[in-house]
């Protein structure tokens, strides 16, 4: 297929370090919406209509991607994360959403989200169950692929547990396997790593060349505390993973909680610089319907948008950690560098940093 030869071409000029799954996706980190951190496993329609996981959520939340000028900023998928499901699969072993929840079906919401410009996002597990106890995907793998692109499903965010971990590898690369099958451009966002690292030391090469992006440490929570656990992980994992970092597939430290109520501005602004500067995937996971002003616009920040989605592709790294400050920095396209200081002390106001021999004032 033309396609693939020249994508192929394009990875191997832009990341010479591995190949990219070469399914033409995720070319620049992934932007979009996530229900998990802010609704969770809320499936209690009847007491909390609202925010429960239901075709509603997603509809809403559509519009108003459209509306409130999310799409335009560069927000495109909507993603359905877990407790979508019926306990039970069909009587061909099919999954199935569950019929009070999403009266219309995956396929009618597929094609609502489609009609407003966006992408939909459906998620499943490697193992046995997903995380909440829903039917996992072990032994399906074809069935399940071939179901979301029946469905016109975009992309597919599947998750590790319950499952043998000596397995994962196998396992994410089946479904790899089974969703470039079906011939509809599904992209593939793994959680591989995350549930190998207690093992052994995951293979990144092999990981790029099956997932569009992974996530490899613990799920983020609306707090800062949580940032900061996720940055110093990242910080001291670097030289593992920021090299398999380019088109085609990106390390995923999990979604944009800015909006949400556990991080003050300051720190909602910590967390968008530091996401685009590590060429993070950017799911924001929050109420698009009732969101503050302030973090509208800066999750719509068309400057820090542009860093993250820089063609260059390039992941930033921590490059110096002095005195409660760390400053990262990202190589952009055409020669320029996008850099962040962040003043991690926590008692006391504002202060300045000076800095005389870092690598970055050399370089510019
Ligand atoms: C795991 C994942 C989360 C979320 C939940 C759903 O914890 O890491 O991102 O998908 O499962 O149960």
Redesign the pocket.
Same mark, same amino acid.
């Not at 799920?219 to 030289?239: C, E, F, G, R």
């Not at 920021?242 to 909602?268: K, T």
């Not at 910590?270 to 996401?275: F, P």
């Given at each position: 297929m033309c396609r693939a030869v020249f994508l192929l071409a394009l990875t191997v000029l832009v990341c010479p370090a591995a190949e990219a799954l070469d399914n033409g996706l995720a070319l620049k980190p992934t932007m979009g919406w !996530?229900h998990?951190?802010r609704f $969770? /496993?809320n499936t209690d329609c009847y007491k909390d209509p609202n925010n429960c996981i239901s075709e509603r959520l997603y509809m809403q939340m559509a519009d108003v991607m459209v509306k409130e000028g999310w799409k335009e900023a560069g927000y495109e998928y909507v993603c359905i =994360? =877990? /407790?979508w499901p019926s306990h039970q699969r069909d009587a061909k072993g099919r999954l199935q959403a569950d019929p009070k929840r999403f009266p219309g079906g995956i396929k009618k919401l597929a094609d609502y989200v489609h009609s407003k410009g966006l992408k939909l996002g459906i998620?499943a =597990?490697v193992g046995k169950n997903? /995380?909440?106890g829903y039917p996992g995907s072990l032994g399906y793998y074809e069935t399940d692929a071939q179901t979301f692109a029946d469905w016109d499903v975009d992309l597919l965010?599947f998750?590790? /547990?319950y499952m043998d971990w000596k397995l994962l590898g196998e396992g994410y690369m089946n479904m790899s396997r089974a969703l470039n099958k079906t011939g509809r451009s599904i992209l593939y966002s793994c959680?591989w790593p !995350?549930y190998e690292w207690p093992h052994k030391q995951p293979d990144y090469k092999a990981i790029r060349e099956t997932c569009n992006h992974w996530?490899n440490f %613990? %799920?983020?929570y609306d707090s800062w505390s949580s940032i900061k656990s996720i940055l110093d992980w990242t910080a001291s994992h670097q030289d593992t993973i920021a090299p398999s970092a380019g088109p085609g597939g990106w390390n995923d430290p =999990? $979604?944009l909680v800015i909006g949400n109520f556990g991080l003050s501005h300051d720190q909602q602004e910590s967390q968008m610089a530091l996401w685009a500067i590590m060429a993070a995937p950017l799911l924001v996971s929050n109420d698009l319907r009732d969101i503050c002003p302030r973090s509208k616009k800066l999750l719509q920040n068309t400057d820090i948008i542009a860093i993250s989605q820089d063609p260059l592709g390039k992941q930033g790294q921590c490059t110096i950690k002095v005195d409660s400050f760390e400053v990262w920095e990202r190589p952009l396209s055409k020669k320029r560098l996008a850099i962040a200081v962040l003043n991690t002390q926590e008692i006391g106001g504002p202060r300045g940093f000076f800095h005389q021999s870092g690598s970055w004032l050399e370089d510019l």
């Amino acid at each position: 297929m033309c396609r693939a030869v020249f994508l192929l071409a394009l990875t191997v000029l832009v990341c010479p370090a591995a190949e990219a799954l070469d399914n033409g996706l995720a070319l620049k980190p992934t932007m979009g919406w !996530l229900h998990w951190e802010r609704f $969770m /496993c809320n499936t209690d329609c009847y007491k909390d209509p609202n925010n429960c996981i239901s075709e509603r959520l997603y509809m809403q939340m559509a519009d108003v991607m459209v509306k409130e000028g999310w799409k335009e900023a560069g927000y495109e998928y909507v993603c359905i =994360d =877990d /407790c979508w499901p019926s306990h039970q699969r069909d009587a061909k072993g099919r999954l199935q959403a569950d019929p009070k929840r999403f009266p219309g079906g995956i396929k009618k919401l597929a094609d609502y989200v489609h009609s407003k410009g966006l992408k939909l996002g459906i998620y499943a =597990d490697v193992g046995k169950n997903t /995380c909440a106890g829903y039917p996992g995907s072990l032994g399906y793998y074809e069935t399940d692929a071939q179901t979301f692109a029946d469905w016109d499903v975009d992309l597919l965010k599947f998750d590790g /547990c319950y499952m043998d971990w000596k397995l994962l590898g196998e396992g994410y690369m089946n479904m790899s396997r089974a969703l470039n099958k079906t011939g509809r451009s599904i992209l593939y966002s793994c959680e591989w790593p !995350l549930y190998e690292w207690p093992h052994k030391q995951p293979d990144y090469k092999a990981i790029r060349e099956t997932c569009n992006h992974w996530r490899n440490f %613990d %799920d983020v929570y609306d707090s800062w505390s949580s940032i900061k656990s996720i940055l110093d992980w990242t910080a001291s994992h670097q030289d593992t993973i920021a090299p398999s970092a380019g088109p085609g597939g990106w390390n995923d430290p =999990d $979604m944009l909680v800015i909006g949400n109520f556990g991080l003050s501005h300051d720190q909602q602004e910590s967390q968008m610089a530091l996401w685009a500067i590590m060429a993070a995937p950017l799911l924001v996971s929050n109420d698009l319907r009732d969101i503050c002003p302030r973090s509208k616009k800066l999750l719509q920040n068309t400057d820090i948008i542009a860093i993250s989605q820089d063609p260059l592709g390039k992941q930033g790294q921590c490059t110096i950690k002095v005195d409660s400050f760390e400053v990262w920095e990202r190589p952009l396209s055409k020669k320029r560098l996008a850099i962040a200081v962040l003043n991690t002390q926590e008692i006391g106001g504002p202060r300045g940093f000076f800095h005389q021999s870092g690598s970055w004032l050399e370089d510019l």
